[in-house]
């Protein structure tokens, strides 16, 4: 039964394709939540998405959930064997960041790092850009007619993001950056623990050009990746930084042919996946206070992440087991 838009009434379809598997609630740009469920429907195994409303509509077909796509305006979300592929989807604004694509990026984050079946998450553009920064185009409310929050948020919405996608998103993240990365464009590839790029990746500070000091992070995450000096160096001059000199100083830590360069990021994504992700979602999280901690401080800090780490008996007995045994691990997260 399809009501005037198209969709699914819930209630119908799961009285012929009975659901099997359910994941959510996910916040629904613009309000609500999504529930997304995954139906025996034939052959095939689809997952549909079931808002408030007891609406449907379809994500995408997939077998045995290895992939699905999630409905956004302003980015793409695909995952697929564990890797979740996000894609700032406003390439006629080489992927400027609009109030609307900001808010979904930070909902994305809290839906990917709530999702178990997430395991490491790739960052892109669509286009010719990876982001080409804020869209001041877009204009933000200002004074009264801002929110009080943000009024008096002394990180900023720009702060938020950056505090999102690095610290709140707690699983690998990787940064195909596809083309320009520009201001908080630049910023947002620099949160991720890794970089991939090839020959039309560029880089630029911008900030002083709009007679700025850095935000968005930079002036965090650009002299703990390529040194103080360098790090003056790109903000004073905004000089583009192109893709061998970003390889050379380390903005880039693959470089790859710009042809295969999302094959390249997804096959690394892989790679990270493959290993035990409660693990590995420590090892991110002491990483990360290792750059703000001395040595004693940190010591203490590894011996916390280990208790953490085993917190998937599982995957400790499996590395042991298979390690006995010859044979691939097979890790869970359990």
Known sequence: ALNFSGRIIASTFFMFHPPIRRFGPVPRVGGGNLCLVQARMGAGTPVVYLDDSLQMGPVMYCAG?????????????????????????????????????????????????????????????????????????????????????????????????????????????IAAVNGVAAGAGMSLALACDMRVGSVSSRFKTVFIERSLSPDSGMSFFLPRIVGASRAFD???????????????????????????????????????????????????????????SDLEEQLRYETHGIVFGRRAPHDVEEAAASFREKRPPDFTGE
């Open 65 to 173: 959930l290895r992939s699905y796509a999630v409905p956004y305006e302003n980015i793409i979300l695909e995952i697929e064997d564990q890797v979740a592929v996000v894609t700032l989807n406003r390439p006629d604004k080489l992927n400027a960041i609009s109030p609307e694509l900001h808010e979904e990026i930070m909902q994305v984050c809290r839906q990917l790092g709530e999702d178990d079946g997430v395991r490491v998450v790739i960052w892109t553009g669509a286009g010719r850009g990876f982001c080409s920064g804020v869209d001041l185009t877009a204009a933000r409310p200002q004074g009264e007619h801002q929110p009080r929050s943000e009024r008096i948020d002394e990180y900023g919405w720009i702060g938020r993001q950056a505090i999102e996608i690095y610290r709140n998103l707690n699983k690998p993240t």
């Open 234 to 292: 790109l903000v004073y001059t905004s000089r583009f930084v192109e893709a061998d000199e970003a390889y050379r100083i380390g903005l880039l830590d693959r470089l790859v042919p710009a042809e295969s360069l999302l094959d390249e990021a997804k096959e690394l994504a892989r790679q990270i996946a493959f290993w035990p992700p409660v693990a590995m979602q420590m090892s991110k999280r002491v990483m990360q206070r290792g750059m703000e």
